[in-house]
């Protein structure tokens, strides 16, 4: 049977692509970036569970801050949104259909000429996501438990984001 993913070896670019300087430091995304953080909900029978997993990359050793973990994502495209942005990014790196997304909301990171907005999410009621490396931007991605995300070599704007994006997906229970 043929694989749903698309070749490994398939780099996606776009007229975002390319540094930004802030202060003594740069971002990758001309217009910003954007990244998806998608949770996987414990069964409650009154509202939506407890986060037990959510989806992480561990980035390409020659990509920027490679081979620490992370949300799918990257530079927006001109004129796209931080959520279209995230939801493309996730498809590209990490095989998540959009249609298998409910965005729950957004956090933003910003440097001044350069933002990153991390997308709140949750998999719709019914759908079954089974991320995996969909580029060579990844050396894998897959569903994490949320007590294990620490532990792991994070990419420190994620890390120190972590607490916060936890706390905020678990305040929609």
Do not use: K
Request: hydrophobic share 45%; net charge negative; aromatic share 6%.
């Amino acid at each position: 049977m043929p694989s749903p993913l698309p070749p490994r070896q398939t780099l996606h670019r776009h007229a975002g692509d390319g540094w930004v300087t802030c202060g003594d430091h740069r971002h990758w995304g001309l217009y910003g970036a954007a990244g998806l953080l998608l949770a996987r909900r414990a069964p409650s029978m009154t509202g939506p569970g407890a986060v037990t997993d959510v989806v992480l990359q561990h980035r390409a050793p020659w990509s920027d801050q490679g081979g620490t973990w992370g949300v799918p994502g990257g530079a927006l495209a001109p004129d796209e949104t931080a959520v279209d942005g995230a939801l493309r990014e996730s498809l590209e790196e990490a095989a998540v259909e959009p249609r298998a997304v409910h965005v729950l909301g957004t956090h933003l990171l910003d440097h001044g000429p350069w933002t990153y907005t991390t997308v709140l999410a949750d998999v719709v009621p019914g759908a079954v996501v089974e991320p995996g490396p969909a580029d060579p931007e990844s050396l894998d991605v897959r569903w994490v438990a949320v007590d294990d995300v620490p532990a792991l070599p994070l990419l420190p704007a994620f890390a120190a984001a972590w607490p916060e994006l936890l706390a905020r997906l678990d305040a929609r229970r």
